[in-house]
């Protein structure tokens, strides 16, 4: 005898296998889960996202970006609230990374170990960098992709510590590239510049140039600036030049990378260095 199947009962089956699975993530996350490492995010229009304490700026389309910094914990709290008031938790899992050890020697002992003299104006210098870096807006000129401003030797890695004339300073935040002095800088991704400053006691020449949602990319030791602040700059655009400006032992290009309070490395971003 064949069984008469009721439409409703085929219905109430389907709904009860449909959503015993839980509903799809509203959100993608894209990049390295590493120490260092920076992610681009996508989400709903609206949604207010904090990454553990930290609030996180989010555009009219949704995107946004995270990142962590050297000896970020092995772990982070990524929260998501939706424009319908629904909650969403993920726990991000970072890898740890084990980073080099640089000797330097032979630097001029006042640019080892500053004298009173120099601390004025490096309080003063540390404040405009810290207010370059401090804008916030949803801006998203990061989605623009990432190319190398300059190309040469790498000459200084991510997260390595230095030991100046014996002595162990904070580790190096940026990546170094070697190339001769005069070599042309150029706009590793669009931005807006909000640091032209042609000579800091650490720094020399130094230029910020803001991506949009709190990060920044740096250019440290130039002889040259070619932008001024305000100045709106496409990925590929000329911005200074090479130098050996601050304290250095020979001109290459400093680079790098903040978001918030995180130090990126921005070497994740961008393909290997070409030979």
């Given at each position: 005898?064949?069984?008469?199947?009721?439409?409703?009962?085929?219905?109430?089956?389907?709904?009860?296998?449909?959503?015993?699975?839980?509903?799809?993530?509203?959100?993608?996350?894209?990049?390295?889960?590493?120490?260092?490492?920076?992610?681009?995010?996508?989400?709903?229009?609206?949604?207010?996202?904090?990454?553990?304490?930290?609030?996180?700026?989010?555009?009219?389309?949704?995107?946004?970006?995270?990142g962590f910094?050297?000896?970020?914990?092995?772990?982070?709290?990524?929260?998501?609230?939706?424009?319908?008031?629904?909650?969403?938790?993920?726990?991000?899992?970072?890898?740890?990374?084990?980073?080099?050890?640089?000797?330097?020697?032979?630097?001029?002992?006042?640019?080892v170990t500053?004298?009173?003299?120099?601390?004025?104006?490096i309080r003063?210098?540390?404040?405009?960098?810290?207010?370059?870096?401090?804008?916030?807006?949803?801006?998203?000129?990061?989605?623009?992709?990432?190319?190398?401003?300059?190309?040469?030797?790498?000459?200084?890695?991510?997260?390595?510590?230095?030991?100046?004339?014996?002595?162990?300073?904070?580790?190096?935040?940026?990546?170094?590239?070697?190339?001769?002095?005069?070599?042309?800088?150029?706009?590793?991704?669009?931005?807006?510049?909000?640091?032209?400053?042609?000579?800091?006691?650490?720094?020399?020449?130094?230029?910020?140039?803001?991506?949009?949602?709190?990060?920044?990319?740096?250019?440290?030791?130039?002889?040259?600036?070619?932008?001024?602040?305000?100045?709106?700059?496409?990925?590929?655009?000329?911005?200074?030049?090479?130098?050996?400006?601050?304290?250095?032992?020979?001109?290459?290009?400093?680079?790098?990378?903040?978001?918030?309070?995180?130090?990126?490395?921005?070497?994740?971003?961008?393909?290997?260095?070409?030979?």
């Open positions: 005898m064949n069984r008469i199947f009721n439409p409703i009962f085929l219905l109430l089956i389907f709904s009860t296998i449909l959503f015993s699975f839980p509903a799809f993530a509203n959100y993608t996350l894209d990049g390295r889960y590493v120490q260092g490492g920076l992610l681009i995010g996508k989400t709903l229009p609206g949604t207010l996202v904090k990454l553990d304490k930290l609030s996180i700026q989010v555009s009219d389309k949704g995107y946004f970006v995270i910094d050297r000896d970020h914990a092995a772990q982070s709290k990524l929260q998501l609230t939706y424009p319908d008031g629904r909650t969403e938790n993920k726990i991000i899992k970072i890898v740890k990374r084990e980073y080099n050890i640089q000797r330097i020697d032979n630097l001029p002992k006042r640019k500053p004298e009173k003299m120099d601390l004025v104006r003063k210098e540390s404040a405009l960098v810290k207010k370059a870096r401090d804008r916030d807006d949803a801006r998203t000129d990061y989605l623009s992709g990432w190319v190398w401003p300059v190309k040469g030797r790498i000459s200084g890695v991510y997260g390595s510590q230095r030991i100046l004339n014996g002595k162990p300073r904070r580790p190096h935040f940026g990546v170094d590239v070697a190339a001769p002095n005069g070599t042309l800088v150029r706009a590793p991704a669009d931005g807006i510049v909000t640091l032209a400053y042609t000579d800091m006691f650490f720094s020399g020449g130094t230029l910020i140039i803001d991506h949009g949602q709190h990060l920044s990319s740096s250019f440290l030791h130039l002889s040259e600036i070619l932008v001024k602040e305000g100045d709106r700059i496409q990925q590929g655009d000329p911005i200074a030049r090479v130098g050996a400006t601050g304290r250095v032992t020979g001109p290459h290009l400093d680079w790098r990378m903040n978001f918030h309070k995180f130090q990126i490395d921005p070497q994740l971003l961008v393909p290997p260095m070409e030979e």
